[in-house]
């Protein structure tokens, strides 16, 4: 018979941080596909114009830096010491903010 709901045999789980074992696979072939070819990468990437180029700089990037997390920032604003400057300029941030 199987585990009881809720128990598990790997109680710690995967550790942080810990790759899948696919997107490891997937990462060091595409490592590797890269450093075989690069010289025709960087040639390619040369012909390139515009939002292409910018799109396939950005593509790359996820290869190479770690991804962002969301970070959640709390905090207070004592209005009454801020200066005026300050106010406008989070004032302006708020009003124009895209959406």
Do not use: C
Request: proline share 5%.
């Amino acid at each position: 018979m199987g585990l009881k709901r809720g128990m598990t045999n790997n109680p710690r789980g995967k550790p942080p941080g810990t790759l899948n074992k696919l997107s490891r696979d997937m990462k060091q072939t595409i490592h590797e596909f890269l450093t075989e070819n690069w010289d025709e990468v960087v040639i390619e990437f040369h012909k390139l114009k515009g939002k292409d180029k910018l799109n396939f700089y950005k593509d790359m990037m996820q290869y190479d830096l770690p991804k962002m997390q969301a970070m959640a920032v709390s905090g207070e604003l004592n209005f009454k010491e801020m200066p005026e400057e300050a106010i406008d300029r989070i004032a302006d941030k708020l009003i124009n903010r895209k959406r």
